[in-house]
């Protein structure tokens, strides 16, 4: 939540499992060695289609390929 929070309740208690739902589909993403564009495309498909944000912002884009990078660090 510190590195992807689109929807911005990081510094709401009770919305600790907010993106938990995701997770699954993102790691099966990381064992079959998708690629950081692929890992990118997931989470907009995410954020449009089943959060229905718009389309994200050049920030919002800027957050999330930080976030993927420090996520396949840790795969690394």
């Not at 389309?55 to 795969?75: C, E, G, H, M, N």
Request: net charge negative; hydrophobic share 40%.
């Amino acid at each position: 939540m510190q590195e992807w929070d689109p929807i911005g309740v990081n510094d709401i208690p009770e919305a600790t499992d907010e993106y938990d739902g995701y997770i699954g589909d993102l790691y099966v993403l990381i064992e079959r060695g998708a690629t950081e564009r692929e890992l990118a495309d997931y989470l907009r498909f995410v954020e449009i289609r089943q959060m229905g944000l718009s389309i994200p912002s050049t920030a919002a884009r800027d957050q999330t390929a930080s976030s993927l990078k420090k996520l396949a660090a840790l795969f690394a």
